[in-house]
């Protein structure tokens, strides 16, 4: 009996020892830390309790269960291409790229079942619904439009099921050859038109200036042309200007010298001898003219008769 109480005493120590130790245990395996950028769901005996954000909890043992781990970045679907019909009747397949992310986790698990398939199909709907109403040329030249219509239509419809739309890319739009053909085409003569553009418009601005150089060479040469008139009447007048003056500067010296010499010849009072002798002389001189007639003054007429001798004398000389 001994024995069994000291039994008894050892061993109620250890069951309450491995008791603290499965206590701690149990407690070390509820204790859950959650990571940046994620929520977990946690539900309570198959009924959602409540949403863990980043931080260290604690769940009830054998009762709360980790039902989903959200990841909270944003995330990117790219989905493959889908034939689109156009408001003109032409068939394409266009690729879209949709950005999401989620904000309510409790949403995302019990909104829709399977909301990354859900969103792709109302990816694909919504693309041939704002296709359908779009001509080929404004889906080709329209694409952030249609982005913005697409994000806005997949935001406004995702958002019971905590998922937010931030964006939406139309990433290729493949119309069918014949109208890449067409394109083709449309873009060459559209090419050639401006080419021709270009081409004439550079002709027009060669002309122009071409004209403008002749001109300014006419104007040049024109007025070269009446500079040079001009400098040659100006020299021409001063040439004759000069040549007058010089005229008249003899002219005046001639006079000068006459009245000097008839002064000279008042102050040396000549006698009559004198006077007779230079009369003779200019008879003479004149005798060897062409003169026919002598005029002989008053004062001299005593000596006509010596100058007629000598104008005899003289025409018989010129006839030998």
């Not at 005493?9 to 950028?37: D, K, S, T, Y």
């Not at 559209?190 to 300014?216: C, F, V």
Request: proline fraction near 4%; glycine fraction near 4%.
């Amino acid at each position: 009996m001994n024995g069994n109480i000291l039994e008894s005493e050892i061993m109620a120590p250890l069951l309450i020892v491995l008791g603290l130790l499965i206590l701690l245990v149990l407690l070390l395996r509820n204790i859950r830390i959650v990571p940046q950028a994620e929520a977990w769901v946690i539900t309570r005996l198959g009924v959602y309790k409540t949403t863990w954000q980043v931080g260290m909890h604690m769940k009830a043992p054998f009762v709360d269960t980790i039902y989903k781990r959200i990841s909270l970045k944003e995330k990117v679907f790219d989905y493959p291409p889908q034939p689109v019909i156009t408001k003109d009747n032409v068939t394409m397949h266009i690729d879209a790229v949709v950005y999401m992310q989620i904000t309510d986790p409790k949403q995302y698990v019990y909104g829709i079942e399977n909301p990354e398939l859900a969103l792709e199909m109302l990816t694909n709907t919504t693309l041939r619904n704002i296709i359908g109403e779009l001509e080929l040329d404004q889906c080709l030249t329209s694409r952030d439009v249609i982005n913005s219509k697409m994000r806005y239509v997949l935001d406004e419809a995702t958002d019971p099921w905590g998922i937010r739309v931030t964006r939406v890319e139309l990433q290729n739009i493949d119309p069918p050859q014949d109208v890449k053909d067409s394109m083709e085409r449309q873009m060459k003569a559209e090419r050639e038109r401006r080419e021709n553009i270009l081409r004439a418009e550079g002709e027009k601005k060669a002309a122009i200036l071409q004209a403008e150089g002749e001109k300014e060479s006419a104007i040049l040469k024109a007025t070269a042309e009446k500079e040079a008139a001009i400098l040659r009447a100006t020299a021409r007048r001063e040439s004759q200007v000069l040549e007058a003056e010089g005229e008249a500067e003899a002219i005046r010296k001639i006079q000068r010298a006459t009245a000097d010499g008839l002064r000279y010849l008042n102050e040396a009072a000549p006698s009559d001898a004198v006077l007779r002798l230079r009369a003779m002389e200019a008879f003479e001189a004149a005798a060897k003219g062409q003169a026919t007639k002598i005029i002989i003054p008053s004062e001299i007429q005593g000596l006509a008769g010596l100058a007629a001798g000598v104008t005899e004398t003289l025409r018989v000389e010129s006839k030998d």
